[in-house]
């Protein structure tokens, strides 16, 4: 591989392949850590691995939520690895952190996790369409703006009255131009969510 400038440029990367149920870190050494999932809610819990390649170590595990401290295990590692499994509960807030703690030949090792709340998802994808009938005359245009939420699960009806400034100020082109806000709705059938007829709205930038 090649620079901007044509030369050589070498790169390397280490790799570390293991199976999700090893019983020891794949590699040697003091201290292995792999988050898996580390923002959790009820319908993903939070997954991560925790192990040492030392022989016979006593590990010191808390847990805290916020700044209470919920519990305490004492951990004994020989070689091996320990998968981590957390449910989201209500109690746990905004998520949890984790710290792990031992000592080997003089050395202090540290390891803290943090497991975060995973929130809904409300942004929206918004999609500029224009169209232009090239058969007739003039310079008429048609845009159309698409609201389209991911996950189909709300939609903010005051989102219109929050863009009618910006059309007021922004909006009004030289020439007609009528604007078309697509709002794809939700309709709840058989238990499944799926998209429902389309709603139209025409705003005529010379009635603005």
């Known amino acids: 591989m090649k620079d901007d400038q044509g030369r050589k440029v070498d790169a390397e990367k280490v790799v570390i392949l293991f199976a999700s149920d090893d019983k020891r870190p794949p590699v040697s050494m003091p201290l292995w850590c792999y988050e898996v999932n580390t923002r959790f809610d009820a319908a993903h819990p939070a997954l991560f691995y925790f192990g040492t ?27 091996s690895l320990v998968r981590f499994e957390y449910p989201y509960r209500e109690a746990y807030g905004n998520g949890l952190g984790i710290t792990f703690v031992f000592v080997r030949k003089g050395v202090v090792y540290e390891q ?22 090239k058969l007739r005359p003039g310079q008429e245009e048609e845009w159309k703006l698409s609201v389209i939420h991911r996950n189909h699960l709300f939609w903010p009806k005051c989102w219109l009255l929050c863009m009618m400034p910006l059309w007021i ?4 082109p030289t020439s007609h131009c009528n604007y078309i806000i697509n709002f794809l709705s939700p309709l709840l059938v058989g238990g499944e969510i799926m998209l429902a ?3 139209f709205i025409l705003v005529s930038a010379g009635l603005i």
């Open 53 to 79: 390649s030392e022989k016979d170590t006593y590990v010191l595990m808390d847990v805290f939520c916020g700044n209470k401290h919920l519990e305490s295990k004492l951990l004994h590692l020989s070689d």
């Open 169 to 172: 100020k922004f909006g009004r």
């Open 197 to 199: 007829q389309t709603i």
């Open 112 to 133: 803290e996790v943090s497991l975060i709340k995973r929130l809904p998802d409300h942004n929206l994808n918004m999609r500029w369409d224009v169209f232009r009938d």
